[in-house]
């Protein structure tokens, strides 16, 4: 049995060690950032939604990509939550035949859907990283895409893709800031 301190170590070194996710946060704004241009082009709003399924593939090679730039760590094999990141983050998938629906039947709500799944999902990071800023973006990314979607007229749909990659930005900034903190009491701990 694993006591709360030695618990709460592991999620400590998680978050330190793969810097609570940074990598696939600013993968992910690379892509929205891409998505919002695709949501700006004079194309039918089905076409759009086509496009964008794709430019979200990139995320993942991205984040990959960011994590060795940024010297993040995917792996801890002695680390038994360090699946659980990859398994959070896979979830999302399951919300597809969702996605594909509405896609199929409501084009116009498509990437006000997609926003709102990628939001949403990264309510449980919150706990994982020890990172409240996820549980605040996941709020504010899901409430605002349906704000905007049902507020928008479908030649603004650009703006929700637009407002989540602004707020991939402030997480981004949030979960750095959050790393700072960490580092230092990661190193302290290790050392005990």
């Given at each position: 049995?694993?006591?709360?301190?030695?618990?709460?170590?592991?999620?400590?070194?998680?978050a330190?060690?793969?810097?609570?996710?940074?990598?696939?946060?600013?993968?992910?704004?690379?892509?929205?950032?891409?998505?919002?241009?695709?949501w700006?082009?004079?194309l039918?709003?089905?076409?759009?939604?086509f496009?964008?399924?794709?430019?979200?593939?990139?995320?993942?090679?991205?984040?990959?990509?960011?994590?060795?730039?940024?010297?993040?760590?995917?792996?801890?094999?002695?680390?038994?939550?360090?699946?659980?990141?990859?398994?959070?983050?896979?979830a999302?998938?399951?919300?597809?035949?969702?996605?594909?629906?509405?896609f199929?039947?409501?084009?116009?709500?498509?990437?006000?859907?997609?926003?709102?799944?990628?939001?949403?999902?990264?309510?449980?990071?919150?706990?994982?990283?020890?990172?409240?800023?996820?549980?605040?973006?996941?709020?504010?990314?899901?409430?605002?895409?349906?704000?905007?979607?049902?507020?928008?007229?479908?030649?603004?749909?650009?703006?929700?893709?637009?407002?989540?990659?602004?707020?991939?930005?402030?997480?981004?900034?949030?979960?750095?800031?959050?790393?700072?903190?960490?580092?230092p009491?990661?190193?302290?701990?290790?050392?005990?």
């Amino acid at each position: 049995m694993v006591s709360a301190q030695q618990f709460d170590s592991l999620r400590l070194e998680l978050a330190t060690k793969a810097k609570s996710g940074l990598d696939f946060i600013l993968a992910a704004t690379l892509v929205w950032a891409a998505i919002t241009f695709v949501w700006t082009l004079p194309l039918p709003v089905a076409t759009r939604g086509f496009i964008t399924f794709f430019v979200g593939a990139l995320t993942l090679p991205l984040a990959w990509l960011l994590s060795k730039a940024l010297n993040t760590v995917w792996t801890l094999p002695h680390n038994p939550l360090q699946p659980l990141g990859l398994v959070l983050n896979l979830a999302q998938l399951f919300y597809f035949p969702f996605l594909i629906f509405v896609f199929m039947r409501y084009p116009q709500h498509f990437v006000m859907c997609y926003g709102i799944i990628t939001g949403a999902h990264f309510f449980p990071y919150a706990w994982l990283y020890r990172a409240p800023a996820y549980g605040v973006a996941a709020g504010l990314i899901s409430a605002g895409c349906l704000a905007l979607g049902l507020a928008l007229a479908p030649a603004q749909l650009y703006l929700i893709p637009g407002f989540i990659t602004v707020s991939l930005m402030g997480l981004a900034a949030l979960l750095l800031l959050g790393h700072r903190r960490n580092a230092p009491a990661y190193a302290a701990a290790a050392r005990h």
